[in-house]
């Protein structure tokens, strides 16, 4: 990321309007020391989907050091690393970054946080119910459910057809036999 | 084929080879066959907690992956095939190690202790511990003129919990070219494939996997070989270019140069996106 020369009032952070709490909430969430981040940039630099993402790494990283709690939380990164690990294994102070990103996304849900990338959200949503039902994942149902919620049935159409006719989607599900037990995991937890 | 005094291990298939990939979990069960383990399917297991289920709920995430452990026999070694998979059950299972309070938890839900001598291997474990030549009928090198690229994926990019276990980069390469092949030189074998973004975000995918498969093109490799179905999946879904480059399961390939047999293979090959039923008859491989 280059840095702005020209900073607008607007973005300069007001250090009287921070949330000085916020850094430990993360801390005490991911279990993630993140003050030993000293912006080095390794993350930014090795995240193969940096490009998608609104803030790099780091810059979420130091946005929760500054407390800047909203827009941490609304930051588009969050939800577009996949944990990888490719900053993880780079990061000199061993920061499991992927798993901030966890804390990051879960904070985000229970605050009621605007969601910067929705549909990724509904895709986790779409696989957790299918978990939820069968133990397992069903790849054809979660794309229905998915592809339901985004009111997108046209996109990888020729895609899913071939899949289809090599049999890599499946009409019924692999399932684990004790549901019950399943169930009871999912039994007051509100993310699914 | 050996059929006598097959040692048992259990074994972990996950979501992905027990539907989408059935020939990696086809050719994985009569690779192990041939090399003398029975692999008996961990029963009743359940999804790991892969992606969806850290991502937005790591406290399920962790149960997810802890009944697995729970329903393991504790007398013999559980296999896993998905480098994913194998994540989240050694991060459970080093978690619980570590932490009193999870163990409480853990033997409040499945109302037995945590085993902490349970081995969870990966299958390249077991691979790095033979020579697989002495495998191979009349010890013929039959890999020999393909030329191809390994594909680790994030494999071998791990969290910091795991950075202390052993690291398997360059295993694909020795132990193919032990067995005849020539690896291809290129800068893409740890890059990660996008994994779940290639439903909610394929925009940002496909040039990924372009890139990839393009390094492979660039490299002169036949075939890419991969460790992981999920990158299996997504390097052949997700190519847009014109030219397609066969992707192989590593279980796949290893099959093929041992020469397990003709009948073991029907079913595996029509099942790829991208055919390499060409580029192996060409090598008098099937």
Request: proline share 5%; with cysteine.
């Amino acid at each position: 990321m280059k840095p702005k020369p020209d900073a607008k009032a607007s973005e300069i952070v007001n250090l009287n309007q921070l949330d000085s709490g916020f850094v430990s909430d993360v801390i005490r969430r991911s279990g993630v020391d993140i003050n030993r981040c000293w912006h080095c940039q390794t993350c930014a630099s090795g995240c193969p989907f940096v490009r998608a993402m609104d803030y790099p790494p780091n810059r979420v990283i130091r946005m929760v050091q500054l407390g800047l709690r909203k827009e941490a939380l609304q930051s588009s990164g969050i939800w577009i690393c996949v944990g990888c690990n490719t900053c993880s294994i780079q990061c000199p102070n061993s920061i499991d970054i992927p798993a901030v990103n966890d804390a990051l996304r879960q904070m985000a849900m229970a605050e009621g946080m605007v969601v910067a990338e929705p549909n990724i959200l509904n895709f986790h949503q779409a696989v957790l119910q299918s978990i939820q039902r069968h133990g397992r994942t069903h790849k054809l149902e979660v794309m229905m459910r998915y592809k339901l919620k985004k009111h997108d049935w046209f996109s990888d159409m020729a895609l899913g057809m071939k899949m289809f006719a090599k049999r890599k989607l499946e009409l019924l599900p692999s399932r684990s036999k004790n549901i019950a037990e399943i169930r009871r995991l999912f039994e007051e937890k509100s993310t699914a | 084929m050996k059929t006598e005094n097959l040692i048992d291990l259990s074994y972990y298939p996950g979501c992905s080879l027990k539907t989408t990939s059935q020939e990696n979990n086809a050719s994985l069960i009569s690779l192990f066959r041939y090399l003398g383990y029975n692999l008996i399917e961990l029963e009743d297991w359940n999804c790991c907690g892969s992606s969806s289920a850290h991502s937005v709920d790591t406290g399920l995430a962790f149960d997810l992956a802890s009944r697995n452990l729970a329903l393991a026999p504790g007398e013999r070694p559980l296999l896993v095939a998905c480098p994913s998979c194998l994540l989240r059950l050694r991060s459970a299972y080093l978690h619980l190690a570590e932490d009193a309070s999870a163990r409480r938890h853990y033997e409040m839900m499945w109302r037995k202790p945590f085993n902490p001598k349970l081995q969870i291997i990966h299958f390249f474990e077991f691979l790095d511990q033979i020579d697989l030549l002495k495998y191979s009928r009349d010890g013929i090198r039959r890999l020999e003129g393909l030329k191809f690229v390994p594909y680790y994926g994030c494999m071998l990019a791990r969290p910091p919990i795991m950075r202390h276990e052993k690291n398997y980069c360059g295993l694909m390469e020795k132990i193919l070219s032990n067995l005849g092949a020539s690896p291809g030189k290129w800068s893409f074998s740890s890059r990660c494939c996008g994994t779940f973004l290639t439903v909610a975000r394929p925009e940002v995918v496909e040039p990924m996997v372009n890139e990839i498969i393009q390094g492979a093109i660039n490299a002169g490799a036949d075939c890419i070989i991969t460790a992981c179905a999920m990158c299996h999946m997504n390097l052949e879904a997700r190519c847009s270019l014109k030219e397609k480059v066969p992707i192989l399961h590593f279980s796949e390939i290893i099959s093929l140069a041992l020469g397990i047999g003709k009948s073991e293979y029907k079913g595996w090959f029509s099942r790829h996106l991208v055919d390499p039923r060409p580029l192996l008859k060409a090598l008098n491989l099937l």
